[in-house]
């Protein structure tokens, strides 16, 4: 498999349909990205299908196989991913907070963050508020969406990062939703 082969699987399956600027539609089915952007509808899923999209990203980028699947290491690669692809973000409250809190028990149970959708909160994304950050909806998912860029660019980049996505793709395949 080619470099602009993975690429173009990477893009039809986690990032989704893309508009005449290059942009993530948020229009259509399929793609990981495209069904958090449809997902604005419903606040706290957007926040939970981001958290899951990290996990995705994360592992292609460090290679996760079925031999390795249940190594116990999930969260490693997840706050790895963070501080590599998403560096303006804690890693450990990302995880602790989104991941573990939000996706696993449906709160975002370290009290860390306010998560906001409104349009006001845009001007106060990641900015202290007391003892907690803010995050607006729609800079996150344009932090994941420059995220999901910066990979396909190191695995378009990297020889690497490309065999580990690679050996990600092939144990365990891209989950597909027919159309």
């Known amino acids: ?20 600027n290059g942009k993530v539609d948020g229009h259509g089915s399929l793609g990981a990205l495209t069904d958090i952007k449809k997902s604005y509808h419903a606040d706290v899923g957007t926040f939970i299908l981001g958290s899951c999209f990290i996990d995705a ?40 907070s989104l991941r573990c809190g939000l996706v696993h028990n449906y709160v975002e149970h370290y009290g860390r963050y ?20 803010w995050i607006n909806r729609q800079k996150f998912v344009d932090d994941l969406e420059s995220a999901y860029n910066n990979f396909r660019a190191h695995v378009l980049s990297d020889d690497k990062v490309f065999a580990l996505a690679v050996n990600r793709l092939n144990s365990l395949g891209l989950m597909k939703i027919s159309e």
Do not use: C
């Not at 498999?1 to 005449?20: A, H, I, P, S, Y």
């Not at 460090?62 to 890693?91: A, H, Q």
């Not at 906001?116 to 202290?128: G, I, V």
């Open 57 to 96: 990203m994360a592992s292609f980028r460090y290679g996760v196989t079925k031999s390795i699947l249940k190594d116990r290491k999930s969260g490693e690669r997840y706050k790895n991913f963070v501080k590599e692809y998403l560096p303006r973000y804690n890693e450990d409250d990302l995880y602790l």
């Open 114 to 133: 306010l998560l906001d959708s409104n349009d006001y909160s845009a001007n106060l994304h990641l900015q202290p508020e007391g003892d907690r950050i």
């Open 1 to 20: 498999m080619t470099k602009e082969k993975l690429v173009e699987q990477l893009d039809r399956w986690l990032r989704g349909r893309v508009d005449v």
